[in-house]
């Protein structure tokens, strides 16, 4: 199975004079593995996730997957944003069929994987709309079909699901999940929620602010699928909130030059 | 029973139908054609009152009846035609090199911020010229009068189409950038399928505006030594004292600018998506 991933003394700032932003991250993860990232706003994250996309560049260190250095953004790991970002002029078909088409597959084949991905997120009918006739959570799942239509080993997740109501929500946690699951797909997810960093998570990786740092990891433990009210949850959320009220105490900033603190995952 | 019932259910609809669409018809046809009755009644009455006037009466050929008149002889004579067509040719060459050198110069001033701060000051310094004062540039510059007039007419469009292309390129959502290269876009297929399309409502606003400035800069272009297109009848006329036929051409400019932006109009909302469902 593919789709490791391997960050190594990322650190980041976005200009010289500017604060760092993330400070010697290291981490690795296990290809299918499902991770969440969760830290308060402004801890990094967010920025952590786009380098892993090779959407941007880190200041210092790299991200390898699959034991490549992420130098671009590619299909192969793709990221879903907190906003579905259809293209408004392009027809459900159309947009699911995106990565395909950029990447140059017969329409034949095109067709056949879209019909798939709309029948998996269950938008079928809704084919030939154009995105604005559906709801957030529609555009979220086509936009879930469209990041799985290249059949990436890695999909990013930044906060793809903040923007919903909570049935909604609580729907596409579970369909993510799975699927990835189903596929072997690596997870990494940003997120502030803590039971949504349980409900989806082989593992949570807890950050810290000011620079942003991982300073805790708590392995879920849970069995699938995953039940809020189950009393094994309400042990891991106990025990991640404990952690993240850690990062109550915020550190002054630091610049890059200003010397290494950042504490290593243990997951390094 | 049930009989009366359906018809007075059928009645009720017909009425309630009846209700909605006389507005509709109000505002589709009714307002405009009241519109035109009145400057039609204006043109009339100042008709009359030149041709009641000592002073101004060899201008009574301004009038709507003599100038209908000569609209028929126009048409007949073959001449108008002749005259469009050529009109049609300089506008339409100038607008597709205005569109040709706007659309790519207006995405890329819109993308690359540098770009617009280099080019803003020259753009916005050569905008403010009118077309017109590069008439005698355009005549030393260029070995036909064709390519003179065409010139002009590229002066005119090119900015509108320029300006309102970065304008369109400034307003895409940065997300679709983002989601685009991560689906392995290249930047071709960027251009291609995602640029393109989000702009083509605001590139269309621009071509209407160019045609618009086109057209009204086409005539006094025409006056340029040619021998054909409605610039030149109208000068013609003039020249003549046809009075009847100036405002017969004066009336074809007018339709055919009408006919022109109404086109226009259809396709800016054929791309406009943001109107769409």
């Not at chain 2, 109000?26 to 000592?54: E, T």
């Not at chain 2, 260029?142 to 007419?153: G, H, M, Q, R």
Request: proline letters at 4%; aromatic letters at 8%; hydrophobic letters at 45%.
């Amino acid at each position: 199975m593919s789709g490791s991933i391997s960050v190594d003394y990322v650190s980041h700032q976005f200009s010289e004079t500017a604060e760092a932003v993330l400070v010697d991250i290291n981490l690795n993860v296990k290809a299918g593995e499902l991770v969440s990232l969760i830290g308060r706003s402004g801890c990094g994250k967010s920025t952590l996730l786009h380098i892993m996309s090779g959407l941007v560049d880190p200041s210092e260190g790299c991200v390898r997957i699959d034991g490549k250095t992420v130098i671009k953004p590619s299909a192969r790991w793709n990221m879903m944003f907190q906003k579905a970002s259809l293209f408004p002029w392009m027809s459900i078909r159309e947009n699911v069929a995106l990565g395909l088409k950029f990447a140059g597959i017969g329409k034949k084949e095109i067709s056949s994987k879209v019909d798939e991905l709309l029948d998996l997120i269950s938008l079928t009918e809704k084919a030939d709309v154009k995105p604005r006739s559906l709801s957030g959570g529609q555009q979220q799942r086509v936009a879930l079909a469209r990041s799985l239509a290249t059949s990436p080993t890695v999909l990013l997740l930044d906060e793809p699901f903040s923007a919903l109501d909570t049935f909604t929500r609580s729907a596409l946690q579970q369909d993510v999940a799975t699927i990835c699951r189903q596929k072997g797909i690596t997870m990494v997810l940003v997120t502030h929620d803590i039971d949504e960093a349980v409900l989806m998570s082989d593992r949570v990786l807890v950050m810290d602010q000011n620079p942003g740092r991982i300073i805790d990891e708590i392995a879920v433990d849970l069995s699938w699928p995953r039940k809020h009210m189950n009393q094994d949850f309400q042990r891991v959320r106990e025990k991640l909130l404990l952690a993240f009220k850690g990062t109550e105490k915020t550190e002054p900033p630091r610049t890059l030059d200003g010397g290494r603190h950042g504490v290593e995952s243990s997951a390094a | 029973m049930s009989g009366d019932l359906a018809i007075a259910h059928n009645t009720g609809g017909t009425r309630h139908q009846a209700r909605y669409l006389l507005p509709a018809f109000v505002g589709r046809y009714l307002y405009p054609l009241s519109g035109l009755g009145i400057l039609f009644v204006v043109w009339w009455f100042g008709g009359w009152l030149i041709a009641n006037d000592d002073d101004l009466s060899a201008f009574a050929d301004f009038a709507p009846g003599p100038t209908f008149a000569a609209l028929v002889d126009l048409i007949g004579s073959g001449d108008l035609s002749d005259s469009i067509l050529s009109s049609l040719y300089r506008v339409g060459t100038g607008l597709l090199w205005g569109f040709a050198i706007g659309v790519p110069t207006g995405i890329l001033i819109g993308y690359l911020t540098i770009a617009m701060r280099v080019a803003n000051v020259p753009f916005q310094f050569l905008r403010m010229i009118s077309p017109l004062a590069w008439m005698p540039i355009a005549v030393l510059a260029f070995e036909t009068w064709d390519s003179a007039i065409i010139f002009l007419i590229v002066m005119a469009t090119v900015w509108p189409i320029m300006f309102s292309t970065s304008h369109g390129v400034k307003r895409i959502d940065p997300d679709w950038f983002k989601v685009s290269r991560n689906l392995g876009a290249s930047g071709t297929q960027m251009v291609r399928t995602i640029i393109l399309p989000a702009i083509m409502a605001d590139v269309m606003a621009g071509v209407r505006l160019a045609v618009g400035v086109a057209w009204v800069v086409l005539v006094p272009a025409e006056y340029l030594g040619v021998t054909s297109g409605l610039g030149y009848a109208i000068n013609d006329a003039r020249d003549t004292l046809a009075y009847d036929t100036l405002a017969a051409i004066v009336l074809i400019i007018g339709v055919i600018g009408y006919m022109l932006d109404s086109a226009c109009a259809k396709l800016v909302n054929r791309f406009n998506w943001h109107q769409e469902a």
